[in-house]
């Protein structure tokens, strides 16, 4: 009789487990089909067509004002402004006054540029070992010269890169550097012929900030230029990057 009651007690046990285990993984399959219904309702916006798509208006926090609306289409143009140059100047004093004159049309500003002329050439034989050496070289040169009724000046030349060498002449000319050359060499000496660079400065006053070239060209017809050398044209203007716009 004992052994009955165990055995009925044992077999309700084993099917009470029985249940809870069926339970159990029942309720994991739910669990597993809803999440993955789920997951094929999210879509990337790089899977979807563009039909499919749906814009809204971006709204800036703690504003009522609601931004532009703008699809793949719409193509924003930057504005462009207009740059100009007047110039050249003939002295600061005429570009202060011209710019003093227009302040209220323009933004603008001066600046110096050197402009590359012809260069100039200077002779010279190069720098001996003593200054005694020199002297009594230039003295010789000298006396050639005269025999040769060569009309030639000649200088030592007392410090610099230069110094214990002997000046034979600045020319603006090449070929009268080449002549003199050519007359020393016939002498036996060695001469040098070294080109120098040479400048000259203009000054001309910058516009910016114009809205455009026909913006530029209403004002510099009603401006009364006295000075007929003064001339306008375009030029580049310039941009500054920001850092936000590098990666």
């Not at 004002?65 to 100009?84: G, K, M, R």
């Not at 202060?96 to 540029?113: K, P």
């Not at 070929?175 to 001309?204: P, S």
């Amino acid at each position: 009789m004992r052994g009955i009651l165990f055995g009925l007690l044992f077999s309700n046990l084993l099917y009470l487990g029985w249940g809870f285990m069926v339970g159990q993984r029942q309720s994991e399959l739910v669990d597993a089909e809803q999440a993955l219904s789920a997951k094929r309702d999210i879509l990337l916006v790089s899977e979807a067509m563009p039909e499919e798509l749906r814009y809204y208006p971006m709204q800036v926090l703690g504003s009522s004002v609601a931004l532009p609306l703008f699809d793949s289409t719409t193509v924003i143009t930057p504005a462009v402004e207009y740059c100009a140059e007047i110039g050249p100047f003939e002295s600061p004093a005429d570009a202060d006054g011209f710019i003093g004159a227009n302040a209220s049309r323009f933004t603008m500003s001066s600046e110096v540029r050197r402009i590359p002329i012809a260069p100039d050439y200077r002779v010279y034989v190069p720098p001996f070992a003593s200054r005694e050496l020199a002297t009594s070289t230039m003295a010789a040169i000298r006396e050639a010269f005269a025999a040769n009724n060569l009309m030639i000046d000649s200088f030592l030349i007392a410090r610099g890169d230069l110094a214990n060498g002997i000046a034979l002449g600045l020319f603006t000319e090449q070929r009268n550097a080449l002549n003199v050359q050519a007359q020393l060499e016939k002498l036996g000496y060695r001469v040098v012929i070294a080109e120098e660079e040479k400048f000259r400065e203009e000054l001309w006053v910058l516009v910016s900030g114009i809205e455009s070239e026909a913006a530029f060209a209403l004002h510099w017809a009603e401006i009364q230029l006295p000075k007929t050398y003064i001339q306008a044209g375009e030029k580049l203007c310039e941009t500054i990057a920001h850092g936000l716009q590098f990666p």
